[in-house]
Nanobody, 125 residues
């Protein structure tokens, strides 16, 4: 079992920055890929960013490429999402997820087995 707890969400003006953290407990964090997804009201959950087990490979949604950076610290069992140049359309609940043990940075929601409770990010115009 892996438990995930997100933090760092909040209200920010357009153009601002936030850093989300995802603290993991349980087994095998360092062998799992981690992903960030988001869900806006009335929309489906969508992929944002992913990082492989080693941190050597990352993937991003086109909508956030160049603005968001995913990273991880396996010694601290924590993954991060640094968000810059935030836009109102980034407003959503952000979720971190751990994969089933595949290890590579997948964009596929179905590859992720463990989910956090989510943290709200609101970007005002």
């Amino acid at each position: 079992q892996v438990q995930l707890v997100e933090s760092g969400g909040g209200l920010v003006q357009a153009g601002g920055s936030l850093r989300l953290s995802c603290a993991a407990s349980g087994r095998s964090f360092s062998s799992r890929a981690m992903g960030w997804f988001r869900q806006a009201p009335g929309k489906e959950r969508e992929f944002v960013a992913a990082i492989s087990w080693s941190g050597g490979s990352t993937a991003y949604a086109d909508s956030v490429k160049g603005r968001f950076t995913i990273s991880r610290d396996n010694a601290k069992n924590t993954a991060y999402l640094q968000m810059t140049s935030l836009k109102p359309e980034d407003t959503a609940v952000f979720y971190c997820a751990a994969d089933r043990g595949i290890g590579h940075a997948s964009k596929n929601l179905l590859d992720y087995h463990y989910w956090g409770q989510g943290t709200q990010v609101t970007v005002s115009s």
